[in-house]
């Protein structure tokens, strides 16, 4: 029966290569070919011996190995100036070192996937039946409605008296609502700010969102003739 299996869960020859510089403890720039050729092949060897099926690339990496260790003990050929040959053994730190980089990266990205599934993403919901669009005329937008609701106050803050009574009622928006209707169908228009006949500030936040309550519902039009005249409010 064939086994596959990987050498002691090392993902190539050059995983395998890293950990027997590592269990040697040296650096990587400071290698030594015939060392490590040595205790590459002993590994393979043991490998062989269990008679485990080895991958086809950890061959590849000992057939260089030993290529480059025995170019290392023959006499090097003399080169030309203006040539230049890279020494295998570059070559090879190079590789490793590559592979270390992109072994690290990988690491990070691995532990990075991790914390996101820690992490639980709702989809978006839709609220589109929340959405506040008042029935406004095409010369005036919600933000010019915001905007005299915002001086309107202002105004009331410096008209404040000096000496206030505290009085607590309770008002609703669908009461408001009724309210302004009865007051518009009756006056057929009405100016804006006229509604806050009351200056208390749940009073006049309820009369605020009922009138947009009201223009949402297609129940009253928001009309403003020129730029900084007063906004009405009129019968649909």
């Not at 400071?30 to 490590?36: Q, S, T, V, W």
């Not at 406004?136 to 000096?162: G, H, V």
């Amino acid at each position: 029966m064939d086994y596959c299996f990987t050498i002691d869960k090392f993902s190539g020859p050059l995983d395998l290569l890293l950990h027997l510089i590592k269990q040697s403890n040296i650096d990587i720039y400071d290698i030594k070919i015939e060392e490590i050729t040595n205790q590459y092949l002993d590994y393979i060897k043991k490998m062989e011996e269990l008679n485990l099926n080895i991958a086809s690339s950890y061959l590849v990496m000992a057939a260089e190995l030993i290529e480059m260790k025995a170019s290392m003990l023959l006499p090097k050929p003399e080169i030309a100036e203006d040539e230049y040959e890279e020494d295998p053994k570059e070559r090879l730190i190079k590789r490793l070192i590559e592979y270390q980089n992109y072994k690290e990266i990988t690491t990070k990205f691995h532990e990075l996937e991790l914390d996101r599934q820690q992490y639980y993403t709702k989809q978006s919901s839709d609220i589109s039946e929340y959405e506040v669009n008042p029935n406004l005329s095409d010369d005036i937008s919600l933000t010019d409605l915001l905007k005299a609701f915002e001086q309107f106050l202002n105004r009331q803050e410096n008209n404040k008296p000096l000496n206030t009574k505290i009085t607590t009622k309770e008002y609703s928006i669908t009461k408001r609502s009724k309210e302004i209707k009865d007051l518009i169908k009756k006056n057929k228009k009405i100016n804006f700010t006229d509604l806050f006949e009351i200056k208390t500030k749940s009073y006049i936040i309820v009369t605020f969102l009922s009138i947009l309550m009201l223009a949402k519902n297609n129940d009253l039009r928001i009309i403003q003739n020129n730029n900084f005249e007063n906004i009405l409010l009129c019968e649909v």
